[in-house]
């Protein structure tokens, strides 16, 4: 007879793989506020993977050259790529992709504010490749050594993905910057109109972060907001200084004391209406979603008639078989 484990020995088994950094697997115990915190965050990662294509999808018809077609399009397909693995690991924790899609579609699911912002000329996919992808990858490589492996597993995969699109990025705007004048001004503008929603992507300060704490407890988060925003400003401004870019920021300079540089503080203010929903383009992006979900309506109805069909042709196959093998001749042991 197997014995159920009571509670107690459950939470016991579940803290003591957090504290060994060790994997917590889809069939291993785990209490729901973790569950839920795992739903949450990685659902609200792939939101933003799948509405995070619309900005620069804006620009695929409109690419400079067949080059920069091929490139971008194969970069908004890779971040398709990113959703639908996340959306599988979210799946593990007991949730369907048709309820997170129903969440995001009624706004009751977040994703990250800077798919938000519009972009208004094809230097923004350079900066998007690199500032946005450069953001994301240093919130991201910590989340490889997240406690929840299908989630851990899946940003490894991507994390080698978001550092090509990362190098896109800068290779483009590398380009710009040794063009011409108004080339040049097109960067700079970009850099300008990005550079504070860009450090917004890490989430509010940790003083207003009601969540960081027992995510990093439990081995989700493996950083703070706070630290993965100064990592990224320290690895940021010596690129912006081989690119030719000011960062528009006045308080940005080296700290010799703290070895980390210095910078300002962006509008949370601005951050909270974005998150609210009242960011430029939230209306937008939502509205574009909803459209493309209902004339995706056909494709899933004929997927699942597809999947129906043959779940019913192996059905009859296997009852055939059987009927075959306990049929006169198999019992009377001739081979057939
Ligand atoms: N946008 O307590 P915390 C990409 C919400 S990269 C919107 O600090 P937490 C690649 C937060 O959900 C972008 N909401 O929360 C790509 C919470 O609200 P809730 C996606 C935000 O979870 C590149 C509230 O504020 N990356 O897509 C944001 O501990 C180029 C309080 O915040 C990820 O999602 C925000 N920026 O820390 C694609 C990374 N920040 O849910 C296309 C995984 C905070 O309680 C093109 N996620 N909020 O109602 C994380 O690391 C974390 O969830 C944080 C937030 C750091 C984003």
Redesign the pocket.
Known sequence: MTTIPAEPDLQAAFDATIDRHDRIEPRDWMPDAYRK?LV???A??????I???Q??GNWIGRAPSLRRKAILLA??QD?AG?GLYLYSACETLGVSRAELTDLLLSGR???????NYPTLSYADVGT??WL??G??IC??VP?CRTSYGPYGRAMIR?CKE?SF?QRQGYELLMTMMRGTDEQRAMVQESVDRFWWPVL?????P?A?????AQ?MAWG??RNS?DE?RQKFVDMTVPQAEALGVTLPDPGLRWNEERGHYDFGEPDWQE?AA??RGDGPCNAQRLAHRRAAHEEGAWVREAATAFAEREAAARESAAREQAEGASGPAAREGVAR
């Open positions: 915190t949450r965050q990685i609200q990662h792939a939101h933003s993977e509405i995070g294509m900005p620069e970069k908004v971040e990113h699911q977040k994703y990250s504010s800077i798919f998007i490749g946005v992808d953001a994301a919130n991201q989340l991507i978001e699109h917004m992507m890490f989430g509010p940790d207003q972060s009601p969540n960081s995510s989700i988060k907001n993965l951050f974005v998150i």
